[in-house]
């Protein structure tokens, strides 16, 4: 499965944006989805990670309650809705696909997305 992930940009502490992830060429509704980033410099962080049927939503603790994960299966397509935005909260993020059972927020995911930069200034 390919995976191409948009949305981001420059955006100043406290704003939203709206990351997008459009998968092709797999069965997109039997994967779980997820969300990662990577601080330059650091190693690449779990963020967030949806069901194949949206039943659960998985969140690294510190993103709860200002990130939101979702998909719609009709378009092949996840999302990741950042608010309160930080400027911690830049780096690029990338969109992944099909973990091992259970290691939802591992790093382990069968197909990744080139990333999307995010910048929060101050």
């Known amino acids: 499965v390919q995976l191409q992930a948009s949305g981001g940009g420059v955006v100043q502490a406290g704003d939203s944006l709206r990351l997008s992830c459009a998968a092709s060429?797999?069965?997109?509704?039997?994967?779980?989805m997820g969300w990662f980033r990577q601080i330059s410099g650091k190693e690449r962080e779990f963020v967030a990670a949806?069901?194949?049927?949206?039943?659960?939503?998985y969140y690294k603790e510190s993103m709860k309650g200002r990130f939101t994960i979702s998909r719609d299966n009709a378009k092949n397509a996840v999302y990741l809705q950042m608010n309160s935005l930080k400027p911690e909260d830049s780096a690029v993020y990338y969109c992944?696909?099909?973990?091992?059972?259970?290691?939802?927020?591992?790093?382990?995911?069968?197909?990744w997305g080139q990333g999307t930069q995010v910048t929060v200034s101050s």
């Open positions: 992944a696909a099909d973990p091992p059972v259970g290691a939802e927020f591992g790093p382990n995911y069968g197909y």
């Open positions: 949806i069901s194949w049927a949206a039943y659960r939503t």
């Open positions: 060429g797999g069965t997109f509704n039997r994967y779980v």
